[in-house]
Every structure is written in C-alpha cells, then in structure tokens.
C-alpha cells in the first residue's frame, strides 16, 4: 500500500491550499480516507474523513467551515482544500487509509494501517 501526498507549501495567513493523496495497493473506491496532522511538538490529530463514496463527511471542530475533503475514485486521489488558513494550521499532514472497508467515518489515528510520509504545510502571519 502506498499513499503520497503533495502540494503542501508555505502560504500566508487568510490563504488557501490544496493538498492531494493519490494511493494505490488497495481497492480505492471501496475504503474510506483519513487526513491528519501533526505539528512540532503536538500530537497527530484528526483533520477530516470522507467515506468511500465521498458522500458522507466528518471534520474536526477547529477546520469545520473552512476545509473541504473530497475524493475522485477514477483517479485513487483523496484531496484537502483549505481555505482561510491559520498560523496555527501549521503543521505535516498526512493522508491514511483505515485498516477495514467499512461504511464509517473514523476518527482515531489507531483504526488507520497505512499512512503516507506527509507534507509540510506552513502558515506565515
């Protein structure tokens, strides 16, 4: 399984950024899809879950209004929009697949197996 990010970047406060996650080893369209993150210092939290459809969403409190999951399954690729960006939106951020094909929208870092190696985003004030 392998998982890749990209578009990351260093953007200024009030911006806006993209990320992207392209996967491939397993059967795309039938799991749901993970971003968390992590910045210097913290623990790795949980972003945003789509669920295999794209149908159906959860965010966590603090990007709730200002971010966006998505998923195009003809293309493996689960993205983040990000708008309004914070200083404090500072952080790597990785994509993951969760360790089963259920119809769910998990929130805890523990039911993701596989990860991808993460992408900086920056935030300047």
């Known amino acids: 399984v392998q998982l890749v990010e990209s578009e990351g970047g260093l953007v200024q406060a009030g911006g806006s950024l993209r990320l992207s996650c392209t996967a491939s080893g397993r059967i795309f369209s039938q799991y749901a899809m993970g971003w968390f993150r992590q910045a210097p210092g913290k623990e790795r939290e949980f972003v945003a879950v789509i669920n295999w459809s794209g149908e159906s969403t959860d965010y966590a409190d603090n990007v709730k209004g200002r971010f966006t999951i998505s998923r195009d399954n003809a293309k493996d690729t689960v993205y983040l929009q990000m708008n309004r960006l914070k200083p404090e939106d500072t952080a790597v951020y990785y994509c993951?697949?969760?360790?089963?094909?259920?119809?769910?929208?998990?929130?805890?870092?523990?039911?993701?197996?596989?990860w991808g190696q993460g992408i900086q985003v920056t935030v300047s004030s």
């Open positions: 993951a697949f969760p360790e089963t094909s259920a119809n769910w929208l998990p929130r805890f870092a523990e039911v993701y197996d596989a």
